[in-house]
């Protein structure tokens, strides 16, 4: 059971480059949703998705957008990488409600933007 | 707005020694609240969850954590640490689809 697989683990951007951020998760969950994580300030929502189809901004959407075609996939994209924008970023997913909601978390992809 | 407060960035206890790690919340209503550990380098995976009922839970571990509404604090604590227990703990509340995380605390242990 994979459970949520981020790619790349790692990458190094210039200024102004986009990528895509790229999160799957194969527990059927409907809720996804992207983190990043910067030194002194845990963890802060980028955006999430409670089902295919649809998507809403978290605390901290600027320079960012997402899209979920598929319950699976829920990938980030950069559009015009920034220095701000290093950062360790994570993907999770969960069960939408109830009692038995946890959040469960991949490995991470560690960007540097120079 | 929710917010999780996590008042302690750094611990250092000895092996052997307890551990408490302090985490308050603001939300008017209970909240279901949760603790993570991070490993460097890794993901965070969760240690143990409150939703309602008992107010103390137990986790992984031997972590367990005690809900108190009148403080409105939900502290991790274990009897007994070890060294591979060094490592950074989240706090976390989740309400209207969205997880709210502290800002860690980073646990080191002394041999």
């Known amino acids: 059971n994979a459970g949520v697989t981020q790619t790349p683990k790692f990458q190094v951007l210039k200024t102004g480059q986009s990528m895509t951020l790229q999160c799957a998760q194969d527990?059927?969950?409907?809720?996804m949703s992207w983190y990043r994580q910067d030194p002194g300030m845990g963890l802060r929502l980028i955006h999430y998705?409670?089902?295919?189809?649809?998507?809403d901004q978290g605390e901290v959407p600027n320079g960012y957008n997402v899209s979920r075609s598929t319950t699976e996939d829920f990938p980030l994209r950069l559009l015009s990488a920034a220095p701000s924008q290093t950062s360790v970023y994570f993907c999770?997913?969960?069960?939408?409600?109830?009692?038995?909601?946890?959040?469960?978390f991949g490995q991470g992809t560690r960007l540097t933007v120079v | 707005a929710q917010s999780v407060t996590q008042p302690d960035i750094h611990i250092t206890v000895s092996e052997g020694a307890s551990l408490e790690l302090r985490c308050n919340y603001s939300?008017?209503?209970?909240?279901?609240l949760f603790w993570y550990v991070q490993s460097p380098g890794q993901g965070l995976q969760l240690l143990l969850k409150?939703?309602?009922?008992?107010?103390l839970v137990q986790g992984i571990k031997g972590f367990e954590a005690e809900f108190k509404r009148s403080q409105s604090s939900f502290n991790l604590r274990k009897p007994s640490v070890h060294w591979s227990d060094a490592a950074e703990y989240f706090c976390?509340?989740?309400?209207?689809?969205?997880?709210?995380f502290g800002s860690g605390t980073k646990l080191n242990v002394k041999p």
């Open positions: 999770a997913s969960s069960p939408t409600t109830g009692v038995n909601t946890e959040a469960f």
């Open positions: 527990m059927n969950h409907e809720y």
């Open positions: 998705s409670v089902g295919a189809g649809i998507t």
């Open positions: 939300y008017g209503a209970t909240p279901y």
């Open positions: 409150y939703f309602s009922g008992d107010t």
């Open positions: 976390a509340s989740y309400n209207f689809n969205k997880f709210y």
